[in-house]
């Protein structure tokens, strides 16, 4: 989300579907080659996942690349990288079909913490979801400091500040 425009990415068909704020009409779309996973915004750019262990960052105004982030933990690449949040220092991503979440040092790529998310869910809901009904959603707070994490059709929304 921007002042003017909310910036939202396709998982196979290569765009992102750019809407006025306000109203929410359809405005422009920019392509982008790749499969979208996840997006954040930093400032004026964006920073994007593509399920593999690089993350890119983006310009606004036209999509085109900026840098290319190689994400490693001990020297290996970190792969199913997802939805992700920017929070100024660091890049968080949740890792696909995991209960974890990678903070990401965008400075080198290196992953500095696990958050292990296994616990939110008790035994008894993880037992109702299908396969496919993992944790899959963060969100950054900044007037609190605090994460908002849920999954696909998750019967809640976590909010939790990271230690």
Request: proline share 3%; hydrophobic share 40%.
């Amino acid at each position: 989300v921007f002042p003017h425009q909310i910036i939202q990415i396709t998982w196979k068909e290569q765009r992102a579907l750019i809407y006025e704020r306000h109203s929410l009409k359809p405005w422009r779309s920019l392509f982008y080659l790749g499969e979208g996973w996840g997006l954040c915004r930093e400032g004026n750019t964006l920073w994007m996942s593509n399920g593999t262990a690089t993350l890119v960052q983006r310009e606004l105004q036209n999509f085109a690349v900026l840098k290319k982030l190689s994400v490693h933990l001990k020297g290996q690449p970190v792969i199913y990288l997802n939805d992700l949040e920017c929070d100024g220092y660091h890049l968080y991503a949740n890792i696909w079909q995991q209960d974890w979440i990678a903070r990401i040092d965008k400075m080198t790529g290196e992953v500095t913490a696990i958050i292990d998310a296994s616990h939110l869910l008790s035994s008894q809901e993880k037992g109702k979801l299908g396969s496919d009904e993992v944790l899959n959603g963060i969100a950054f707070r900044p007037k609190t400091g605090t994460f908002f994490l849920t999954g696909k059709r998750w019967p809640w929304i976590f909010e939790v500040r990271l230690d």
